[in-house]
């Protein structure tokens, strides 16, 4: 006996329902970054900067705190993906000639190309490509820490400077 599409659906609005009640910032704040910012550096369509912007505006005195909890779960996310390339090459053993153009950049800058893990959309598949090509962990686990930390200080202090009005316009306020 099948589901039915609009239980189903219910079901599916229930949970998403749910899970943003439990991640709802003025109640868990830094919980909340850690958590958003760990699954948005995986290949997950995600982004953490709403969750960070969000604890910050409600609470200024959370600045530093927030931002080191958001590169934290960030710099983890990473993590993540340097292991899962690893693994990926590992299991595939891939063939030298079939390298694209971008993985000899990555491999010459070596750790360092992890500053650019912040980058939307190239980000962590760079971080995936350090685990494949098996860069040094640790050096790219500091220069990833480094790029996205640098990352939420410029996003969240600009995103800080737009005045109240403009937020409330975006909102219907």
């Known amino acids: 006996m099948g589901v039915s599409a609009p239980w189903g659906l219910s079901l599916i609005a229930?949970?998403?329902q749910w899970l943003l009640e439990v991640l709802a910032i003025p109640d868990?704040?830094?919980?909340?970054?850690?958590?958003?910012?760990l699954l948005s550096a995986t290949l997950l369509p995600l982004g953490s900067e709403p969750a960070v912007f969000g604890v910050v505006k409600i609470n200024p005195t959370l600045f530093w705190p927030t931002l080191g909890v958001a590169t934290l779960g960030?710099?983890?996310?990473?993590?993540?993906?340097?292991?899962?390339g690893s693994g990926a090459q590992r299991a595939l053993a891939p063939k030298p000639?079939?390298?694209a153009r971008?993985?000899?950049?990555?491999?010459?800058?070596g750790?360092?190309?992890?500053?650019?893990?912040?980058?939307?959309?190239?980000?962590?598949?760079?971080?995936?490509?350090?685990?494949?090509?098996?860069?040094?962990?640790?050096p790219c686990v500091l220069y990833m820490?480094?790029?996205?930390?640098?990352?939420?200080?410029?996003?969240?202090s600009l995103?800080?400077?737009?005045?109240?009005?403009?937020?409330?316009?975006?909102?219907?306020g």
């Open 14 to 16: 229930s949970a998403v």
């Open 28 to 37: 868990v704040g830094l919980s909340t970054v850690f958590i958003m910012s």
């Open 74 to 84: 960030n710099t983890l996310g990473g993590i993540i993906d340097y292991w899962l």
């Open 97 to 99: 000639a079939n390298k």
């Open 102 to 109: 971008w993985s000899d950049w990555l491999q010459r800058f």
């Open 111 to 138: 750790p360092k190309g992890m500053l650019l893990s912040w980058l939307p959309v190239v980000g962590d598949p760079l971080c995936t490509l350090a685990g494949w090509w098996r860069l040094p962990f640790w």
């Open 145 to 156: 820490a480094i790029g996205k930390f640098m990352r939420y200080l410029v996003m969240t």
């Open 159 to 172: 995103l800080l400077y737009v005045p109240d009005s403009v937020w409330l316009r975006l909102g219907g």
